[in-house]
């Protein structure tokens, strides 16, 4: 929705990202299998990338990662959608 909402304003997503467990076969927040997300992102016609992380250190590597898209698909905003819970939006 997030996605849909930032074209809609006339934005190009280039890249998706997403978080994964430290298996590296579900997302991270909502246990979404990594082949959905491949598959979503086929649909979007759009390259997907994979963080895998841990809860202990997702903050520093979510930056991490975020800082290694932005430089390799010259990036120069974000688009983030789990923002429904308060505390998310703070942080």
């Known amino acids: 929705m997030a ?3 930032a074209k809609s304003l006339g934005h190009q997503p280039k ?12 997302s991270r927040s ?4 990594k082949d959905v997300l491949i598959e979503q992102a086929k649909t979007m016609n759009l ?5 895998i992380t841990t809860w202990e250190n997702y903050e520093t590597s979510f930056i991490k990662k975020l800082k290694n898209i932005k430089n390799r ?10 923002i429904d ?3 998310h939006r703070t942080w």
């Open 73 to 82: 698909f010259r990036i120069e905003a974000a688009v983030f959608g789990d």
């Open 30 to 33: 909502h246990a979404i299998p």
């Open 85 to 87: 819970i308060e505390s």
């Open 47 to 51: 390259p997907i990338e994979f963080n």
């Open 3 to 5: 996605c849909l909402k």
């Open 15 to 26: 890249v998706l990202l997403n978080n994964l467990n430290e298996r590296g076969q579900i």
